[in-house]
């Protein structure tokens, strides 16, 4: 048995382990939310766009779709005019697709609107269910540390749960392939109504790297509209953390 001095000993060496306010939190080192200078691009200039491996850049007017783009930073590096930039940020969730396009000159995506359905029925107590359809176990890794010490998503009442019977919404990663698109509705039927799903991570919102190959099936994302989208290649739990909070609207962050 350790002697309860050197245990707190341990203790105090650890500090403060999780974070006390996941608004405010500033994760060093991670590539998140691009901004994309109102400089214009050099006439005839393509180098981002040929470089792109999703397609997610659009030249007239210049936009970035952060639903297909897998943040690899080669726009970037190319772009002789310095036109996108990629910051720290993490807050990069919307409630449509369509916010999830960033444009010049804008600075952040839009504030995620709180569902006043999901609010009523689940803001005091989420349970989710996390389905790797085909992913790398990137985004599902992040979606684990959600509910770790660090960024404990379960003090806001938000849990991952291993049931679909016990889930109020399904928190789809990968890009659905052919193998785990039955599971998929599986576990959907199985969850009670009222329920809804959140699509986390590139591959999920849009296909990612894999969105023309012959071994997806994404028809339930056909039928089943996302309430939440958080991008990210993979995204950080703060941005899904956030994101959740956002959509139940959760005021603040702060424990």
């Known amino acids: ?12 060496s650890q ?31 393509t180098a981002c766009v040929d470089d792109c491996p999703t397609n997610a850049i659009r030249l007239t007017p210049f ?13 970037a590096r190319v772009c002789p005019q310095q036109k996108v930039k990629f910051t720290g940020g993490y807050r990069m969730a919307a409630r449509t697709r369509d916010g999830l396009v960033m444009k ?16 009523q029925m689940f803001g005091r107590s989420l349970k989710l269910r996390s389905v790797s359809a085909g992913g790398c176990n990137g985004c599902e890794l992040e979606i684990n540390a959600t509910t770790n010490v660090n960024f404990d998503a379960g003090r806001y009442g938000i849990d991952i749960v291993a049931s679909p019977r016990h889930a109020d919404g399904l928190i789809l990663s990968g890009p659905i392939t052919v193998n785990m698109a039955a599971a998929l509705e599986l576990c959907y039927a199985g969850m009670p109504d009222p329920k809804f799903v959140i699509a986390v991570g590139s591959c999920a919102i849009s296909g990612g790297v894999f969105e023309h ?15 939440l989208y958080v991008a990210g290649c993979p995204p950080h739990p703060l941005a899904i953390v956030n994101g959740l909070l956002d959509l139940i609207g959760h005021a603040d962050g702060k424990w």
């Open 104 to 119: 010049e000159g804008v600075a952040t995506l839009s504030a995620v609107e709180a569902s006043d359905r999901i609010r």
């Open 213 to 227: 190959s012959s071994v997806l099936d994404r028809s339930f994302l056909g039928r089943f509209t996302p309430e």
């Open 1 to 12: 048995m350790i002697p309860i001095l050197e245990a707190l000993q341990v203790r105090s």
């Open 15 to 45: 500090g403060r382990q999780f974070v006390p306010d996941v608004r405010a939190a500033n994760p060093v080192g991670f590539r998140g939310l691009p901004v994309i200078d109102m400089n214009p691009c050099a006439d005839g200039c």
């Open 63 to 75: 936009a970035l779709d952060l639903g297909s783009c897998v943040f690899c930073d080669q726009c």
